[in-house]
């Protein structure tokens, strides 16, 4: 059987025997096997040993071949792989094929990736940014490529932007490091509109949001007059919260669908998709889409909506009982990766937020929900212990702009976090006063204050 030791072996023999290996016998499999396998290419390899298999009937293999001809970096083979980047099937064979070109960083390379930039297939733009952007400085290239910031494609946008213009797509406000926590947001509670609260604090100061707000015309506490001012009033929520939030960290909201319940026997009950309607404007705001969590109830604690169905077995009547919510996870956009998040921090700080033991490993969560007297939407301790650990890291700020019964900032505390919340009801606010616990973190004790206490305190820095 063929060893990588024989392609290793042929390959330092020459060109003649790596040429015998490949056409020692007429399968796709072995082919592969051997393309696959050339490793690094010596400088006298002969590329017309791999080019006869740029017409091969098999897409893997003449991409395998293009990936060959792309190692030895020659104009030798522009025009092959000019012919396979416009005219192969495949958009990977012509991905790599312009890949390969970019790969020769030859001004006679210039005219073919050019005309890439114009292609239809997104990937093949950018595949020919990168290649052209070896040349930024260049006045012709920075023309062509600069000429692609109002590309109908986001990626190719953000790829121009973020050459040409990195502040615009960064900074938000001046840098603070991202480890400086204003005293004023160290466990407060403050009772008040959310969004007169969020106004008094200044740009990039919290790093993790986790909420659930309220459900539409659902439970006493969330009434609106229609579900476009609902969603409106979310959406200026959330573009605060996205103003509040530091540059590239998250935003996890829970939120399910609701049903409003039918006025009368000659209604249908209206069941409205929250997450659904919410996210478009999410991702206008800027927040970057990250994932979708599911949070899975048992069905013997979710509300039996089957039931009929059961009866009468009729399609079209059929209504599966929710055991599901959603925890969608956002994140501020930004171009730098998540290391650099993770780069603000110092060793023992990454240390000690590392998540030890066990930790999910799907996005669907099993978790009971939590009842409580005083309030009837109260986070299950285990889902907020959950995103707090897998989103923050010690010392940070955790704010929760629809606090309830203050689960967030119970936790947050408990995993030596600090917490900032929110709430408007005098009655919800007044049930976190009497749960007042001992400060945990820093000696900082919490401090429950009123709107215009708290906005006191914020001008006095
Ligand atoms: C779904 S509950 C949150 C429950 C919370 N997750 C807990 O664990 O207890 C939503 C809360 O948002 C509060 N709320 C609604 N509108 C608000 C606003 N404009 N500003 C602050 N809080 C608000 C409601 O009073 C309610 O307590």
């Given at each position: 059987?063929?060893?990588?030791?024989?392609?290793?072996?042929a390959?330092?023999?020459?060109?003649?025997?790596?040429?015998?290996?490949?056409?020692?016998?007429?399968?796709?499999?072995?082919?592969?096997?051997?393309?696959?396998?050339?490793?690094?290419?010596?400088?006298?390899?002969?590329?017309?040993?791999?080019?006869?298999?740029?017409?091969?009937?098999?897409?893997?293999?003449?991409?395998?071949?293009?990936?060959?001809?792309?190692?030895?970096?020659?104009?030798?083979?522009?025009?092959?792989?000019?012919?396979?980047?416009?005219?192969?099937?495949?958009?990977?064979?012509?991905?790599?094929?312009v890949?390969?070109?970019?790969?020769?960083?030859?001004?006679?390379?210039?005219d073919?990736?050019?005309?890439?930039?114009?292609?239809?297939?997104?990937?093949?733009v950018?595949?020919?940014?990168?290649?052209?952007?070896?040349?930024?400085?260049?006045?012709?290239?920075?023309?062509?490529?600069?000429?692609?910031?109002?590309?109908?494609?986001?990626?190719?946008?953000?790829?121009?932007?973020?050459?040409?213009?990195?502040?615009?797509?960064?900074?938000?406000?001046?840098?603070?490091?991202?480890?400086?926590?204003?005293?004023?947001?160290?466990?407060?509670?403050?009772?008040?509109?959310?969004?007169?609260?969020m106004?008094?604090?200044?740009?990039?100061?919290?790093?993790?949001?986790?909420?659930?707000?309220?459900?539409?015309?659902?439970?006493?506490?969330?009434?609106?007059?229609?579900?476009?001012?609902?969603?409106?009033?979310?959406?200026?929520?959330?573009?605060?919260?996205?103003?509040?939030?530091?540059?590239?960290?998250?935003f996890?909201?829970?939120?399910?669908?609701?049903?409003?319940?039918?006025?009368?026997?000659?209604?249908?009950?209206?069941?409205?998709?929250?997450?659904?309607d919410?996210?478009?404007?999410?991702?206008?705001?800027?927040?970057?889409?990250?994932?979708?969590?599911?949070?899975?109830?048992?069905?013997?604690?979710?509300?039996?909506?089957?039931?009929?169905?059961?009866?009468?077995?009729?399609?079209?009547?059929?209504?599966?009982?929710?055991?599901?919510?959603?925890?969608?996870?956002y994140?501020?956009?930004?171009?730098?990766?998540?290391?650099?998040?993770?780069?603000?921090?110092?060793?023992?700080?990454?240390?000690?937020?590392?998540?030890?033991?066990?930790?999910?490993?799907?996005?669907?969560?099993?978790?009971?929900?939590?009842?409580?007297?005083?309030?009837?939407?109260?986070?299950?301790?285990?889902?907020?212990?959950?995103?707090?650990?897998?989103?923050?890291?010690?010392?940070?700020?955790?704010?929760?702009?629809?606090?309830?019964?203050?689960?967030?900032?119970?936790?947050?505390?408990?995993?030596?976090?600090?917490?900032?919340?929110?709430?408007?009801?005098?009655?919800y606010?007044?049930?976190?006063?009497?749960?007042?616990?001992?400060?945990?973190?820093?000696?900082?004790?919490?401090?429950?204050?009123?709107?215009?206490?708290?906005?006191?305190?914020?001008?006095?820095?």
């Open positions: 059987m063929l060893s990588k030791d024989n392609i290793r072996n390959l330092q023999t020459g060109n003649g025997a790596v040429n015998a290996l490949l056409r020692s016998k007429d399968d796709s499999n072995h082919i592969r096997f051997v393309l696959e396998n050339l490793g690094f290419l010596p400088d006298d390899f002969d590329g017309s040993v791999v080019r006869q298999f740029l017409q091969h009937r098999q897409a893997n293999i003449r991409l395998l071949a293009i990936k060959n001809l792309g190692k030895l970096k020659t104009l030798a083979y522009l025009e092959d792989l000019s012919c396979a980047a416009f005219t192969d099937a495949n958009t990977n064979v012509r991905r790599e094929a890949s390969a070109i970019g790969r020769m960083r030859s001004k006679r390379a210039w073919v990736l050019m005309r890439a930039l114009e292609d239809e297939d997104p990937k093949i950018c595949q020919a940014i990168r290649g052209l952007l070896v040349f930024k400085g260049e006045k012709k290239i920075d023309d062509a490529l600069q000429s692609l910031s109002r590309h109908e494609n986001e990626t190719v946008r953000q790829i121009i932007a973020r050459e040409y213009q990195p502040a615009s797509v960064t900074r938000t406000a001046p840098f603070q490091p991202h480890t400086a926590v204003n005293d004023c947001l160290k466990n407060v509670i403050v009772c008040g509109d959310t969004i007169e609260v106004r008094c604090l200044s740009a990039e100061s919290i790093h993790l949001t986790f909420t659930s707000p309220p459900y539409y015309n659902a439970r006493d506490y969330s009434i609106y007059p229609s579900y476009e001012k609902y969603l409106s009033f979310l959406e200026e929520v959330f573009r605060e919260v996205y103003r509040i939030t530091k540059e590239g960290r998250f996890v909201l829970n939120t399910s669908p609701v049903i409003v319940p039918r006025v009368s026997r000659a209604h249908s009950s209206k069941r409205y998709p929250i997450p659904f919410i996210h478009p404007r999410l991702i206008k705001m800027g927040w970057d889409f990250v994932d979708d969590i599911v949070w899975q109830k048992p069905e013997s604690s979710v509300k039996n909506r089957v039931g009929g169905f059961m009866q009468h077995r009729k399609p079209l009547g059929y209504k599966p009982n929710p055991v599901t919510e959603y925890l969608m996870v994140r501020k956009t930004t171009t730098r990766l998540l290391d650099w998040n993770m780069r603000q921090y110092d060793r023992k700080t990454v240390e000690e937020s590392k998540v030890k033991g066990d930790y999910e490993t799907t996005n669907v969560w099993q978790i009971d929900p939590c009842f409580n007297k005083v309030h009837s939407a109260v986070f299950p301790k285990d889902l907020c212990k959950r995103v707090i650990q897998y989103y923050s890291y010690r010392g940070d700020v955790v704010f929760d702009p629809f606090a309830g019964s203050g689960t967030v900032g119970r936790v947050a505390k408990n995993l030596k976090r600090h917490f900032f919340l929110t709430e408007k009801d005098k009655t606010f007044s049930y976190m006063q009497s749960q007042k616990r001992e400060p945990l973190l820093d000696n900082t004790p919490t401090r429950f204050l009123s709107l215009k206490k708290f906005a006191e305190t914020v001008s006095c820095q």
